[in-house]
């Protein structure tokens, strides 16, 4: 017997795999619109995170162009990303609570495809692997990840190659730590955006900063829908909630390009 014929459509899409992907936990019928939303989240999670390892490959290949396509590709995605709360953002939390329960112990923060877009913003923890030692290739990737350079970590390279004055401990340092701040980092963006201009990087400077505002409004635009959908309470999974995001919404994604300003 064949197998079943499909469209040309269907075989480059997936259609037919991606809409039986949902498989609700509840009877309530608000659960399919939580786990489709969420679904669609970890899809552009995949793309967002290539455009930066695109970004990040072309800026130590010295192609800022290539670089600058990636980056603003990234910059629609985030804000297709972002509306993806506005289905989440107006649950009461007896409507979270009719389906709360079909979730267990998962938690967005297990989210493998999040974790690779933290890594490449910097945000380096070999902790952040744990939850994920039980599924062989997902630890994998992640671990690579953990040990490659972040997309920031290309772009102070970048700036050393350009004749900016950032030190060795910067340039070597352990890449499976967070990216702290460095003053030399900063001086080196108030020197581009002071001036005489390279018009390159400041192009490439404001489109990372369009990037890092748009990160921004995305774990705002988490905060405030889990505090409408659950208050303090802990997360799901035993997670700190709203406590850990409140931490996270006050974190500065590429930190110098915003304390560079203040210098200008």
Known sequence: M???STTPYDDYVRADLLTHLQHPLSDDPGEMAFLVTTQVMELWFTVIAHEWRTAAQALRGDDLAVAQDALRRSTYQLEALNAAWKPLARLTPAQFNAFRGALGEGSGFQSAMYRQMEFLLGE???SMLVPHR?????HAELE????????????VRLLAR?????PASVLDRDLTVKYEPHPAVEAAWTEIYAGPQDGELVRLGETLTDVAELVWRWRNDHLVATRRAMGAKPGTGGSAGVAWLEKRARKNVFPELWTARSHV
């Open 2 to 4: 064949g197998s079943e």
């Open 124 to 126: 380096k923890s070999a």
């Open 134 to 138: 039980g599924a062989p290739r997902v």
């Open 144 to 155: 690579k990840a953990l040990h490659e350079p972040s997309l920031w970590d290309e772009v």
């Open 162 to 166: 350009r004749g900016h004055a950032i």
